[in-house]
């Protein structure tokens, strides 16, 4: 169905609160949507990583978001869903590989109250073609039933079984994108970050971001972001390029202050403070996701214009056997992301392949985060990154498992030595050692 008609629960959150804000006549990109009824029709209760839609040849890529490999079989979906793709993206283009899409999930347990599901599923990027969009229908199915999504759901919501609607939309050829907080009472303060080109490396966590707060009187601080590459579309793919030296900040103060604006109105439409993806194309802005915020961000203690942005106290939490950290070692210092405080051993972690040495009570310490490391916050104390925002994927599920979690600390991995006691103060923005 088109976008502007999608409900909740028959379209999922994701695509039912976007519906919301394209029927009041915000810049939503143009698209559809595959309902929920096509995943019981085509999935049911099997299981998506073998014989998945008849054809048990497909090979999901389940902790690779935004990639689906050129020669993917789309599966045996039903005829009449394919012609319903090809239909719509023919209204879209004129012709059915006439435009880029990106394809997103849209579950009924995400983008709701009580659970946003930051990038526990996937979304696919710079897709062409009806094959190509059906081959992403079905990783985006797939993508619900991920070590990683299970893992949240085991957390947040314990014995839900939810389905999944699939949105796609025009893809978005973005100049700068980002998120944005709209805030709420009594502080109503605001946070935007932004990255140049498109947002997914800002989403999960591989690069520290341009950042802005706000409140009633604009903006009142400000920083510039550690980011090193861009993302753009090249072709049918993503590809990265490098960024010499970022030296100025990727959006400007007054599209800062329309795209602030342009936030309250959506909190209002959705009656409840939003956290926004969007994205700015020849200086004007569209927005990707719009859901309610499921975790506060840490309420600032300190001068608005510092550097830091050190945040209101929490209880401490220790693993076992953790002794308290040296104090004689200079504190080492990044962005309080998820309040709290936890003492433990230091868990230096490369990859994927590390993930079975960290044990409960370690502190987790890494370069960055993707949500295929989900798992691991269900196990350790705390989390410190060299790189990473304060509205990464990676900092809402800290806040939502009440995480302690401290963001773009230079040096981390190698400032700390594996198994070393140390005290994470996700309040301040320290790590003492």
């Known amino acids: 169905m088109a976008l502007p008609d999608a409900g909740s629960p028959a379209c999922g959150g994701k695509a039912a609160a976007l519906a919301l804000l394209a029927r009041a006549d915000v810049p939503v990109p143009d698209g559809f949507v595959v309902p929920v009824r096509e995943y019981w029709r085509h999935v049911g209760d099997s299981d998506l990583a073998g014989s998945a839609c008849g054809n048990a040849e497909i090979d999901v890529p389940l902790d690779q978001p935004g990639r689906v490999p050129a020669q993917r079989p789309a599966g045996r979906l039903a005829p009449d ?8 993206l023919t209204r879209m283009f004129g ?29 696919v990027l710079a897709v062409r073609g009806t094959q190509a969009v059906a081959a992403a229908v079905i990783h985006c199915w797939a993508s619900l039933r991920s070590d990683r999504a299970r893992a949240y759901r085991d957390a947040i919501s314990p014995g839900e079984a939810p389905a999944m609607a699939v949105l796609v939309q025009r893809f978005i050829d973005a100049d700068a994108s980002g998120v944005l907080f709209t805030g709420a009472p009594p502080t109503r303060r605001r946070v935007i970050e932004a990255t140049p080109g498109i947002g997914d490396g800002l989403v999960g966590g591989q690069c520290t971001p341009d950042s802005w707060t706000l409140d009633d009187t604009g903006v009142v601080a ?3 972001g550690a980011i090193t590459q861009r993302r753009d579309r090249h072709g049918d793919g993503i590809a990265r390029s490098v960024i010499e030296s970022h030296t100025q900040q ?11 604006e342009l936030g309250r109105r959506i909190a209002d439409i959705l009656r409840a403070p939003a956290d926004v993806e969007w994205a700015l ?41 953790a002794g308290a950290a040296s104090p004689t070692a200079t504190p080492l210092h990044g962005i309080p ?3 709290g405080r936890a003492t433990g051993p230091a868990r230096i972690i490369r990859g994927p392949g590390d993930f079975a040495r960290v044990r409960p009570g ?4 890494c ?28 900092a809402i599920v800290a806040r939502e498992l009440r995480l302690p979690a401290v963001l773009a600390v230079p040096g981390v991995t190698t400032e700390l030595r594996d198994g070393a006691v140390v005290t994470l103060d996700a309040d301040a923005g320290t790590i003492l050692r």
């Open 81 to 88: 869903l394919l012609a319903a793709i090809e239909a719509g």
């Open 95 to 123: 012709v059915p590989d006439g435009g880029h899409v990106a394809v997103r999930s849209s579950a009924t347990s995400e983008d709701t109250a009580g659970a946003s599901a930051a990038g526990q599923h996937d979304t």
């Open 222 to 224: 400000r920083r510039l």
């Open 250 to 260: 990727c959006v400007t103060d007054g599209q800062v202050a329309t795209l602030d």
């Open 281 to 321: 194309a020849g200086g004007r802005f569209h927005i990707l996701q719009a859901r309610p915020i499921t975790a506060a961000l840490p309420q600032a203690r300190t001068a608005p214009d510092a550097d830091r942005d050190p945040h209101t106290q929490a209880g401490e939490a220790q693993g076992p056997g």
């Open 337 to 339: 992301a998820s309040p």
């Open 362 to 365: 370690d502190i987790l310490v």
């Open 367 to 394: 370069r960055t985060t993707d949500p295929a490391w989900t798992p691991l916050f269900r196990v350790a104390a705390g989390v410190a990154t060299e790189v990473g925002g304060l509205l990464s994927h990676a």
